[in-house]
């Protein structure tokens, strides 16, 4: 059976097949001109079964692909299902070049890099690092996702942008944070928000922690003013709003607690280096405690850098150079 939940009289979502591991979930509109937010990879759900599905809703074309951001969970499909229907693909003007890139159906997309290299930093500072992208680049896709078209004509979109579907319509947000180019896509008459990988899914953050801030915030007021009914995540089963708001508030109280936990363990401490601060500055609900990613990604430091460097930023600590080591004081 698959995992198909109807939403409201025009949207449905579709959760991938099996683990559903490296896809993501494909929403469908069900309009004049029929969409898609988010369209997976070509191996889950893939051009076929989709299909199926479209038909089994009396839809038969789609028009219009809209992609949330542009890693390859949520478009690597975008191109074949584009040709195959002539469809749109319309994603923020950020991601632009990333999917004009001939080469887009590499790990590039996933902006995956700067944790990786924070992660395994012997691996990727060394002369070899070249050889290992491209070793796990390769084999990545070669695993996850099978071949990818190349998008035509894409359509940049920005904040406030409405994206018509004839009788339908959808309104572009601009939620920077889990990469440069997140949007999410409110829809009014339905009452629903479709969030991309912004949290609570996400244990990464691509861009800033005042991104990050700004854009709960945003979604949040957005969710309260519209009385949105299902906040829709790019991953796992659609939340009822109530739900997803207390998840969303609970992570911005996370994120500032971090930030409090830091200044105060430098005002004990003295001075201190990133990896020294790692035992004592998160609760439990925050992402970074995720097992798998705080195992093998080593998210807890990742996050760790990029609230001091906000911190820094706001002018409320300072980094020295010792040697090699980079250490924090309060200013
Ligand atoms: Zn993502």
Request: hydrophobic share 40%; proline share 4%.
């Amino acid at each position: 059976m698959p995992k198909l939940y109807q939403l409201s009289k025009n949207v449905y979502t579709l959760l991938p097949r099996g683990s559903g591991f490296a896809t993501a979930n494909v929403n469908i509109i069900k309009a004049k001109k029929p969409a898609l937010i988010d369209c997976g990879s070509s191996y889950n759900p893939g051009v076929n079964y989709l299909i199926k599905i479209l038909k089994s809703l009396k839809i038969e074309t789609i028009k219009k692909i809209i992609i949330t951001h542009t890693h390859m969970d949520h478009c690597q499909n975008a191109g074949k299902l584009a040709e195959r229907f002539g469809a749109e693909v319309i994603a923020h003007k950020n991601a632009n070049n990333t999917l004009k890139r001939r080469e887009y159906n590499t790990l590039d997309t996933f902006e995956f890099w700067e944790l990786i290299e924070e992660t395994y930093p012997r691996l990727f500072h060394g002369r070899l690092s070249w050889l290992y992208r491209r070793l796990i680049i390769m084999g990545y896709n070669f695993i996850m996702y099978g071949g990818t078209k190349p998008i035509n004509g894409l359509i940049a979109v920005d904040e406030g942008d409405i994206i018509e579907l004839g009788d339908y319509e959808l309104e572009v947000l601009f939620t920077p944070g889990h990469s440069n180019d997140s949007i999410s896509i409110l829809d009014r008459q339905s009452k629903l928000l479709f969030t991309g990988d912004m949290i609570p899914w996400t244990p990464y953050i691509h861009t800033t922690i005042e991104d990050f801030r700004q854009s709960v915030s945003k979604i949040l007021a957005y969710a309260e003013k519209y009385h949105i009914k299902f906040m829709v995540r790019g991953h796992l089963k659609p939340q009822p709003a109530s739900v997803e708001k207390a998840n969303y508030r609970m992570f911005l109280d996370d994120m500032d607690q971090a930030e409090k936990r830091i200044l105060n363990l430098l005002k004990r401490r003295g001075v201190l280096t990133a990896k020294e601060m790692m035992p004592y500055i998160f609760r439990r609900s925050h992402f970074a405690h995720q097992l798998i990613y705080r195992i093998f990604m080593r998210t807890q430091l990742f996050w760790i850098k990029k609230y001091l460097q906000n911190l820094e930023h706001k002018k409320l600590i300072r980094s020295l150079k010792e040697g090699s080591k980079t250490k924090y004081v309060l200013i």
